[in-house]
T-cell receptor, first 113, second 115 residues
Framework: AQKVTQAQTEISVVEKEDVTLDCVYE???????LFWYKQPPSGELVFLIR??????QNEISGRYSWNFQKSTSSFNFTITASQVVDSAVYFC??????????FGTGTRLKVLA | KAGVTQTPRYLIKTRGQQVTLSCSPI?????VSWYQQTPGQGLQFLFE???????NKGNFPGRFSGRQFSNSRSEMNVSTLELGDSALYLC??????????????FGPGTRLTVL
């Protein structure tokens, strides 16, 4: 069975703090893809990153960075120097080459000024 | 390039009615997926279409149906609405000739309220 767990339901931080959002996945497939999406209050899911199972290199994009560790089945997302505009719900998702994406339950991030 | 568009953005219906939601994918994208998002159940997969064919379907009752047209635009229909159908319905498109390898891009959603 495939599953994505985002254990953190809600996180509150003060602006400029660093914050890490956790994502743990389960799959028996050797080839799979992991995604992070951001959902601001407007409702639209915004694509942030895609990583395939054969690429364990960490990635940095501006204030965002992702840590993919197959040994622990985790794909964590860190925002450095958080800003109020980062306030949103963040979803981690898994796809194992099927037509269906499995989403986690999301983590609501509140960045306070 | 224009993003995924969904119409209408908001709908209010009463129990027993039916509703049709529309989704226009990004130009060139041939796969369209639909999701239901509720506070209690999160994001749940409804179905996915590619080249006018339904390739996969989630665990929803037969009241939920969809179709895709030759221009890749898609519609979903919910018949005999129930209060529990109140949700944000999200459409996503991707190039996706090989499942799962392409990124899904989402529309703004249609918020359906059933009274």
């Amino acid at each position: 069975a495939q599953k994505v767990t985002q254990a953190q339901t809600e996180i509150s931080v003060v602006e400029k703090e660093d914050v890490t959002l956790d994502c743990v996945y389960e799959t028996r497939d050797t080839t799979y893809y992991l995604f992070w999406y951001k959902q601001p209050p407007s409702g639209e899911l915004v694509f942030l990153i895609r990583r395939n199972s054969f690429d364990e290199q960490n990635e940095i994009s501006g204030r965002y960075s992702w840590n993919f560790q197959k040994s622990t089945s985790s794909f964590n997302f860190t925002i450095t120097a958080s800003q109020v505009v980062d306030s949103a719900v963040y979803f981690c998702a898994l796809n194992s080459g099927t037509y269906k994406y499995i989403f986690g339950t999301g983590t609501r991030l509140k960045v306070l000024a | 390039k224009a993003g995924v568009t969904q119409t209408p953005r908001y709908l209010i219906k009463t129990r027993g009615q039916q509703v049709t939601l529309s989704c226009s994918p990004i130009s060139g994208h041939r796969s369209v997926s639909w999701y239901q998002q509720t506070p209690g159940q999160g994001l749940q997969f409804l179905f996915e279409y590619f080249s006018e064919t339904q390739r996969n379907k989630g665990n929803f009752p037969g009241r939920f149906s969809g179709r895709q047209f030759s221009n890749s635009r898609s519609e979903m229909n919910v018949s005999t609405l129930e209060l529990g159908d109140s949700a944000l319905y999200l459409c996503a498109s991707s190039l996706d000739s090989t499942p799962g390898t392409d990124t899904q891009y989402f529309g703004p959603g249609t918020r359906l309220t059933v009274l």
